[in-house]
């Protein structure tokens, strides 16, 4: 038996250790430590429950926007608060683009590299590039030309030296498998795709003020004003550059995101058979319009069983802490409701340095949330699974699409490639609908309909004494719920269970692993030195850990404290 250790992973957010044994070829046990502590839920007690929006933005430096939704969401919950169509869009548009960009970074700048060996790409023959990629779709850069600039800028890139986010990497690892050409295709358009991401999030600047961190965000609907005669306000000319990115944003996944990762995909089929993981699925539902109804349904798919979505109770979500490190809490191996979830840490150990951390005990900083004591996986695969089992139309005619041209049955999506297959999908739906929902709003305005807040119950003195709420949202990396309980007037506890919460959990009471430890079970590892298969399936997650509220430097020592006036 081999044991591997790689610490930290790297192109996620934050901080991600994983240890595995090895044994025949195939990881035989894994363990996951979030080794930092974030604590922000604790800086929110006491405040007013209106600002909770603009400190949960705090949690992650690129998941701002969700934090901010979720968090309005349980405080409207919790005081029975209205929000009016325009604002229910303008979220709606301003989620969808978080989503579009977040999933094409991810596919292209965080997890391309655990397919793509960009030292191949040197070899590659222009001409024959352009012919494979014009045989995938109409993109304008498919020419002999540019994919001969992008190899001369890549060989001056390795002679240079400075590698950045392409140095110590796998390079010539076994597990690669594209042709030259399929990488520098591949190169390219991860190039490409800086530049238009960049782009296309100006939306959360026209909608949001800014990105990111938006500012427009308002319990009881939105901050922005519409007024069609304002240039200080929503009107006619930012509403057709909204439109235009929008449109830019949607050619961009159709014609370069999906083809690349279509031909990536074909020639890794055999990851269709890995990384399935605990084989439960749950997402929330999304995109609600006036009404409170939900464009995307949600719902739990439980062993992998599609025939039957189960509806969600919130009640039935607890948080064990069994093997994470903070203060003891619950019964009889029992979690606890987000409710009466606490967040007080209690570092057991081991100080750095060290080699391998005491699985038997406490190891992670995660909590290992359950949905009726079962693991649950959280992400663009469980919202593409339950949405495609509901027999959402769009959905599924994505997903057909796809496993029609890899030939390849729906029971390929219980996998790493089926993960980040689905990403693809949720992608190029969302994509697609985004300009409905601005055709909406402009259509609503066009009425002469300009609310996009509603003051109702916006007095504290209108509120309950006490009051409690959740709020629910799919984020790009899968389910985040917030909830909330208020007592005269002010927060009293405050608690996020984010995507990577439930994806990165340790153990819980009954030993069962979370959702990246089980994926990681029977994953064929080549060479243990240089152990590309852990990534690929870890990547396929998009692992996004909560940012710390202290430093340590390398010995354990605390260097800087940051407290709350």
Known sequence: MTKIVVDPITRIEGHLRVEAEVSGGKISNAWVSGTMFRGIEKILKDRDPRDAWYWTQRFCGVCT????????????????????????????????????????????????????????????????????????SEWPNNSATHFKAVQEKLKAFVASGRLGPFANAYWGHPAYKLPPEANLMATAHYLEALEWQKDIIKIHAILGSKNPHPQTFLVGGMSIPIDPDSQNALNADKLIEVKRLLAKAQEFVEKVYIPDLLAVASF???????????????????????????????????????????????????????????????????????????????????????????TDKKYSWVKAPRYEEKPMEVGPLARVLVAYASGHKETKGAVDLVLGKLNVPPEALFSTLG?????????????????????????????????????EK??????????????????????????????????LNYQAVVPSTWNASPRDAKGQAGPYEAALLGTPVADPEKPLEILRTIHSFDPCLACAVHVLDATGREMVRVKAS
């Open 419 to 455: 993960r980040t297959g689905a990403r693809g999908v949720d992608c190029l739906v969302i994509a697609r609908q985004a300009p409905k929902w601005l055709d909406e709003l402009i259509g609503n305005i066009a009425k002469g309909d300009l609310r996009i807040h509603s003051n």
């Open 268 to 358: 890794y089929k055999e990851w269709a058979g890995i990384g399935a993981g605990v084989g439960n699925y749950m997402c929330y539902p999304e995109f609600p319009d006036a009404a409170g109804n939900n464009w995307l349904p949600g719902g739990a798919i439980l062993n992998r069983d599609l025939s039957k979505v189960v509806a969600l109770d919130q009640k039935k979500i607890t948080e064990h802490v069994e093997h994470s490190w903070y203060q003891d809490a619950g019964s009889d191996g029992k979690g606890l409701h987000p409710y009466e979830g606490s967040t007080e840490p209690n570092y057991t150990g081991p100080n750095p340095p060290y080699q391998y951390l005491d």
């Open 65 to 136: 926007t969700v934090h901010s939704i979720a968090s309005i969401r349980a405080v409207e919950d919790a005081l029975k608060i209205p929000v009016p169509p325009n604002a229910q869009l303008i979220r709606n548009i301003i989620i969808s683009i978080q989503n579009t960009q977040d999933h094409v970074i991810h596919f292209y700048h965080l997890h391309a590299l655990d397919w793509v060996d960009i030292t191949s790409a040197l070899k590659a023959d222009p001409v024959k590039t352009a012919q494979l990629a014009a045989s995938l």
């Open 458 to 491: 916006w007095d504290p003195a209108s509120w309950p004494a006490e009051a409690h709420g959740y709020g629910w949202h799919e984020a790009p990396r899968g389910g985040l719920g917030h909830w909330i309980k208020i007592k005269d007037q002010k927060i």
